[in-house]
């Protein structure tokens, strides 16, 4: 009788216990989902962080990009007409005297990248391909653009050293913004003056701008990419602090511009995209700048479209350094 007592109460013990652990395995299993739900709501917040900061800069890089497209234009006829007198004396004189002596840096937002990386050990599989190319974004372009930045920084720092070392006619000129004979004089006919034109579209634009294209090319990718994953199209169509670009809001720009019988551009719509190709070679992405001016992959010169008086597109310019065509819209 002892002994079946003792069994029993034995049997009973091993009960306890096994309900004991599995009741802990459930806990700890449950705490794990609890754990893993968490993680994957600070990864998703992270890069809806990063959604916001990739239109903040994407908007600020078109900006910068509109700046360098009007430094391109002003050095190209500094380098290419045969500036007089006169030129220096008209309305358009403060862009001649300081081409080549202004800086446009973007600051790229990293604070939703930063706060993925410090998740990034458990960042749920569906997210790795997403999280590749925004480390080409936030380490790469980053790098590269603070790098080149930095040579046109200094660049125009020791150019304004330099005048401001061996020019008399300096402090009038940038302090009290009156242009002197001596003035028009160095600008017309001192050889360090286009050479630093030249250094300036090396380390500025060839260089620095090149490098922001880039980047701008790849934040718009980025940016989409994440509409799509984290379906944050409904959310964004009406914050205006965010990115939004409907294709068919640059209707202006379809159509088919051609350069007497050599060069043909043809800009279309598909599927809410805009597409650039350039006479026989491959079709590529076309991304507005403004109403009036855009970028695409297929090299990084600066487009645009021009109207007549009444806002109708009559042709399609593009630039970069001494290169320039004028392209005049036959249809579309």
């Known amino acids: 009788m002892e002994k079946n007592k003792t069994g029993k109460y034995l049997k009973y013990a091993i009960g306890e216990i096994l309900l004991v652990v599995i009741g802990i395995l459930i806990a700890l299993n449950v705490n794990n989902f609890n754990e893993k739900r968490k993680h994957k ?4 917040e992270a890069l809806k962080e990063i959604h916001r900061d990739l239109s903040e800069d994407i908007l600020e890089s078109n900006d910068v990009i509109k700046n360098y497209k009007r430094e391109d234009s002003i050095i190209n006829i500094l380098m290419t007409k045969k500036m007089s007198i006169e030129d220096y004396k008209s309305n358009n004189w403060p862009n001649y005297i300081t081409a080549a002596a202004t800086y446009y840096d973007l600051k790229i937002n990293t604070n939703g990248f930063e706060n993925l990386m410090a998740n990034s ?7 790795q391909r997403l999280i590749e190319s925004l480390k080409k974004i936030y380490i790469n372009d980053k790098n590269d653009l603070d790098d080149t930045f930095a040579f046109s920084k200094d660049n125009i720092g020791l150019y304004l050293s330099y005048l401001a070392q061996n020019m008399d006619w300096y402090n009038e000129l940038y302090y009290n913004f009156n242009l002197t004979e001596d003035a028009i004089n160095y600008f017309l006919h001192d050889p360090y003056f286009k050479n630093h034109l030249t250094q300036y579209n090396l380390l500025s634009i ?3 701008y090149d490098t922001l294209y880039q980047f701008r090319i790849n934040a718009e990718d980025s ?3 994440l509409t799509k994953e984290l379906h944050l199209e409904d959310l964004i169509a009406s914050d205006s602090t965010y990115y939004k670009i409907h294709a068919k809001d640059y209707d202006h720009f379809l159509g088919t511009y051609k350069e007497e019988s050599t060069n043909t551009a ?8 805009l597409f650039y190709q350039w006479n026989n070679r491959e079709k ?18 600066f487009n645009s479209i021009k109207m007549d008086s009444i806002g109708k597109p009559v042709s399609h310019y593009w630039h970069a350094g001494k290169s320039q065509a004028t392209l005049i819209k036959t249809k579309g």
């Open 266 to 273: 043809i800009i279309s719509i598909e599927s809410n995209k």
């Open 206 to 208: 060839e260089n620095y």
């Open 223 to 225: 940016y989409r990419e």
């Open 284 to 301: 590529v992405r076309l991304f507005p700048i403004s109403k009036s001016s855009f970028i695409h992959t297929l090299d990084s010169s």
């Open 41 to 44: 709501e600070r990864v998703i």
């Open 121 to 127: 050990d458990k960042i749920p599989k569906r997210y």
